[in-house]
């Protein structure tokens, strides 16, 4: 038995070894000589959501009905990152059926960082918005909350605002809602925990900017800024919508979009959050 167990620990030190240096064959985006080529990431990190946090980048993405579930990257350069843990690594309750769900639970998270914790939101197209927090992006996370109740209710971003409050801004999906191309935005508790207040429509996407989802929320110089896509997958176009106003009246403008160019247009995800730990405050750069 002794030799046995002796086996079995040199075996996983020869395997372990070489995976700590690990290089793909595959793909490397970075070509090591300053530049680097897309896709940064060859997989599927559906709806990707980065926040800094100092000279860290932390990513996660929609992990839908697989687990581990809302698996975490790190990266210093925003070209080579690292899978350094799963915020749902076993099991995402509340278990709702037996049956296996495709594409559903876990749709496009957004990630934060504020007072020493990150928080992860997501919308639950068929239950409502979630959130889990740890203060090490390495877990352990703690168990997932339901801190807005609603069918159809997906693509949640947190904001915590100079005085103390906090907002959750999302969109809706059609196929639960009956109701999609709309922003909006509801009140949390101040630990984040749940919704105080009904959420409010503050932009309505249906006369220019059809099926707007995605919301990304910031406060930069007096002004609430919402990131969003618009226009669907295969031919959208990036929004920018502004405010001094948390609930409105917002102007838009938008900043991005296909143009003559070959590929598709530009759709949700990919902003980067960046937090000052002193003030709360977060700047957005692409």
């Not at 620990?9 to 240096?21: H, I, K």
């Not at 959750?168 to 109701?179: E, K, M, P």
């Not at 409105?248 to 902003?271: C, D, F």
Request: proline share 7%.
């Amino acid at each position: 038995m002794k030799r046995l167990i002796t086996l079995c620990l040199l075996g996983a030190c020869f395997l372990s070894a070489p995976a700590q240096n690990y290089v793909s064959q595959v793909w490397v985006a970075d070509q090591g000589n300053g530049t680097y080529k897309n896709p940064v990431l060859y997989a599927d990190y559906s709806d990707p959501d980065v926040c800094r946090v100092g000279d860290d980048y932390y990513l996660t993405s929609s992990s839908f009905n697989c687990l581990p579930g809302l698996q975490i990257l790190h990266s210093k350069d925003l070209v080579n990152w690292t899978i350094i843990g799963a915020a749902v690594p076993y099991a995402l309750p509340p278990v709702t059926d037996v049956r296996p769900e495709h594409g559903n639970r876990v749709w496009a998270p957004s990630i934060r960082h504020h007072n020493g914790e990150f928080y992860i939101f997501w919308g639950d197209p068929d239950q409502g918005v979630f959130m889990v927090k740890a203060k090490d992006p390495k877990g352990p996370w703690s168990e997932p909350v339901l801190v807005k109740a609603g069918k159809g209710i997906i693509d949640t971003t947190p904001l915590w605002d100079d005085d103390g409050r906090v907002y959750l801004v999302h969109a809706y999906a059609g196929s639960r809602a009956g109701l999609k191309s709309v922003i909006t935005i509801c009140e949390l508790s101040a630990d984040a925990s749940k919704a105080i207040t009904q959420s409010r429509i503050i932009f309505d996407g249906h006369e220019a900017h059809q099926t707007c989802e995605g919301p990304k929320f910031y406060k930069r110089n007096g002004y609430y800024y919402i990131f969003h896509p618009a226009g669907g997958v295969p031919t959208g176009w990036q929004v920018v919508l502004r405010s001094k106003n948390v609930y409105g009246p917002y102007e838009w403008k938008t900043v991005l979009a296909q143009g003559n160019s070959p590929i598709n247009g530009p759709h949700q995800g990919g902003w980067v959050d960046t937090l000052r730990e002193k003030t709360g405050s977060c700047t957005s750069r692409t």
